[in-house]
C-alpha cells in the first residue's frame, strides 16, 4: 500500500503571523553553521503565558548580547566627548552623562523588545513595513551612519596603535591592522557565538580595568564627582559640550543591532511566557552592560576634569593628543598613563569596529535581504568604511586640527541620522499587529516619544549650530537649504506614519477629537 508522503512542517508563526525562517537572519544564512550561532536554552515545558521563576543559571545562558550592545557606549568618538567634556567642563556634566546614558538604555530596552517579540530585526521590519522607496532611503541613512561611526573607530584604533608602537606605525599602518579585526570576528563566529561574547568581555574588561586604573591613579575630587552627579549644571560654556555628551550616546547603527543581537537565544515567539522571560533576563543583562559603560565613560571624564579644567590646554585636547597631554600631566610611573590609555583606547577601537561589522551585516542583509556567505558580508561591509578611512588617514596624519574638524563632521553626520532609527523603531514597537501583546502602552508610548523628540530636538540644535557657524559661500548655502528641505520631508512623513499609532493611545485621541478644550483642562 503506497502512503502519501508526509507533509512538511509548516515554519512557526510570530505573534503577528508571519511565519520565522532561519534564513532571514544575517547569523543564520550559511548551512548546518547556522545552528551553531543560536544557542538553545534549556526549554522545560510550561504553560503558555506563565512566566518562569527566576535562575541565575539562565540568567547567564542570557549573558553577551546586551555587552556588545554597550560598546556602541564606549567607542572612540564617546571617549573622545568624554574627555573634551571633562576638561572643558570639569565634573558639571556628569549628571547629564548620567541621564543621556540612561536615555539610550531606554532606546535599546525597545530594540531588544522588538527583536525578541517577533524574532525579526529592525532592519527586516523596515523592508516589510515601508514602501520600498522609503526601505532604501532608511538603508542608505542606516549605512550613512554606520559608515561615519566605523572611521572613528578606525582612526580611534590606529591611533591607539602608534601611541603603543612610539610613533613608528603611522595613522594608515594602524588602520590596515585594524581592518584584520574583520578575519578575526568571522575565525571566533565560526566558533560559536559564546566564544565571541567571551572575546568581546576580554575588550571590556581590558577597557575597565585600563580606565579605573587611571582614575586611582589620578584620584579625581570624589566630592565634586557625588556634586556633578546629583546637581545639574549648565553654562554658556558648556552648552556645546553638553549637547555632545547627549549626541555620543544613541548611535543610530546600534540600534538596529540589538534587535538582532537578542536572537542568538532561540526563543518560541509562540510562548508568551517564554518571550516575557527572554524580555526580563535580556533587561538585567543589558542594565547591567549599560551601567558598566557609564562607569567607565565617568571614569574617562574625571580624570580629564582633574588634570586639565581650567588650563589653557583644556580647548585643545582631543582623541589625537590626549595620549600626549596625559604623559605632560601625570608623567611616567611604573605604569606610564600614556600606555595605559594606548591599551583602554585599542580595547575601544577594536571591539567597536567589530560590533560596527556586525551592524553592517545585519542592515545589510535586512534592508536589501541579501542572501551571501558571511566572510563576502563582512568584506563588503568592511570595504565601505576602511577605503575612506585609509584615504582620510593618509590625509590628515600631518594634521591634529583637520582630524579634529573631520570628527565634528562625522559626529554631525552620525546626529543627522539618529531619527532615521528611532522613528521606525518606535512606530513599530508601538503596533500592535506586529508586536502582538508585547506593544508599548500608554504611558511608555508618552515616555519613549518624549525621549526620542528631546533627542532628536538637541541633535537639531547641534545641526543648525554647525551649519551656521560652517556655512559661507551662496553656493555651499544653497546646497545645504534643498539638502535640509529633502531631510525634513522624509522626516515628516516617517512622523505622519506613526500618528496611527500616536493617535491609538487615549490621551492623543482626545487631543485629535476635543482639541484645545481638552490641552486647557
Same mark, same amino acid.
Given at each position: ?92 556634566? @556628569? +549628571?547629564?552623562?548620567?541621564?543621556? !546614558?540612561?536615555?539610550?538604555?531606554? %532606546?535599546? *530596552?525597545?530594540?531588544?523588545?522588538? $527583536? &525578541? ?53 603611522? @595613522? +594608515?599602518?594602524?588602520?590596515?591592522? !585594524?581592518?584584520?579585526?574583520?578575519? %578575526?570576528? *568571522?575565525?571566533?563566529?565560526?566558533? $560559536? &557565538? ?328
Amino acid at each position: 500500500m503506497n502512503l502519501p508522503p508526509p507533509r512538511p512542517t509548516p515554519p512557526p508563526k510570530l505573534n503577528n503571523g508571519t511565519p520565522h525562517h532561519a534564513d532571514s537572519n544575517p547569523l543564520l544564512f550559511d548551512h548546518d553553521e547556522s545552528q551553531e550561532n543560536i544557542l538553545a536554552l534549556e526549554m522545560e515545558p510550561n504553560d503558555e503565558g506563565a512566566v518562569p521563576p527566576f535562575s541565575w543559571k539562565k540568567l547567564w545562558e542570557f549573558l553577551g548580547p546586551g555587552f556588545l550592545m554597550s560598546v556602541a557606549f564606549l567607542d572612540p568618538g564617546n571617549l573622545e566627548g568624554d574627555l573634551q567634556a571633562g576638561a572643558i567642563a570639569g565634573y558639571s556634566l @556628569l +549628571w547629564l552623562l548620567m541621564w543621556a !546614558t540612561f536615555m539610550g538604555l531606554v %532606546i535599546q *530596552l525597545l530594540s531588544l523588545r522588538l $527583536g &525578541v517579540a517577533t524574532g525579526r530585526h529592525l532592519a527586516e521590519i523596515c523592508r516589510e513595513e515601508y514602501p520600498y522607496w522609503a526601505g532604501i532611503l532608511l538603508w542608505l541613512m542606516a549605512e550613512l551612519a554606520l559608515i561615519g561611526a566605523d572611521i572613528q573607530e578606525v582612526i580611534g584604533s590606529a591611533i591607539a596603535i602608534k601611541i603603543l608602537s612610539h610613533g613608528v606605525l603611522p @595613522l +594608515w599602518a594602524g588602520v590596515l591592522i !585594524t581592518a584584520s579585526d574583520c578575519f %578575526i570576528f *568571522l575565525f571566533l563566529e565560526n566558533y $560559536g &557565538v559564546r566564544k565571541l561574547e567571551a572575546f568581546f568581555g576580554v575588550l571590556i574588561s581590558t577597557m575597565a580595568l585600563s580606565f579605573t586604573w587611571m582614575f586611582f591613579d589620578t584620584k579625581p575630587s570624589g566630592k565634586e564627582l557625588i556634586i556633578g552627579l546629583l546637581i545639574p549644571k549648565l553654562s554658556s560654556k558648556t552648552v556645546q559640550k553638553a549637547v555632545g555628551v547627549v549626541g555620543c550616546v544613541i548611535t543610530p547603527h546600534n540600534v538596529f543591532l540589538y534587535s538582532a543581537l537578542v536572537q542568538s537565544r532561540k526563543i518560541n515567539p509562540q510562548n508568551k511566557g517564554r518571550v516575557q522571560e527572554a524580555l526580563n533576563y535580556y533587561t538585567i543583562e543589558s542594565s547591567i552592560a549599560v551601567l558598566v559603560s557609564f562607569i567607565i565613560n565617568l571614569c574617562v571624564t574625571a580624570v580629564f576634569a582633574k588634570g586639565f579644567y581650567g588650563t589653557s590646554q583644556a580647548s585643545g585636547i582631543g582623541l589625537v593628543n590626549a595620549g600626549d597631554y596625559l604623559k605632560q600631566r601625570y608623567g611616567g610611573g611604573l605604569f606610564p598613563i600614556l600606555y595605559i590609555w594606548g591599551i583602554g583606547l585599542l580595547a575601544a577601537g577594536q571591539s567597536s569596529t567589530m560590533t560596527g561589522t556586525y551592524a553592517g551585516q545585519f542592515i545589510m542583509g535586512g534592508f536589501l535581504n541579501l542572501q551571501l556567505k558571511k566572510w563576502l558580508r563582512s568584506v563588503i561591509t568592511r570595504s565601505c568604511a576602511i577605503v575612506p578611512t585609509i584615504v582620510i588617514a593618509i590625509i590628515f596624519n600631518r594634521s591634529e586640527d583637520s582630524l579634529d574638524v573631520l570628527n565634528e563632521w562625522l559626529n554631525v553626520l552620525q546626529g543627522m541620522q539618529i531619527p532615521f532609527a528611532i522613528i521606525p523603531l518606535l512606530t513599530l514597537v508601538s503596533n500592535e499587529k506586529i508586536m502582538g501583546g508585547f506593544k508599548i502602552g500608554t504611558s511608555s508610548k508618552r515616555i519613549v516619544w518624549s525621549i526620542a523628540a528631546m533627542v532628536i530636538l538637541i541633535n537639531g540644535y547641534v545641526l543648525l549650530h554647525f551649519f551656521i557657524s560652517h556655512v559661507n559661500s551662496l553656493l555651499f548655502g544653497i546646497v545645504i537649504v534643498l539638502s535640509a528641505s529633502a531631510y525634513v520631508a522624509f522626516l515628516m512623513y516617517l512622523i505622519s506614519r506613526a500618528g496611527g499609532s500616536l493617535l491609538s493611545s487615549s490621551w492623543f485621541s482626545r487631543m485629535h477629537s476635543d482639541g484645545f478644550s481638552y490641552l486647557r483642562t
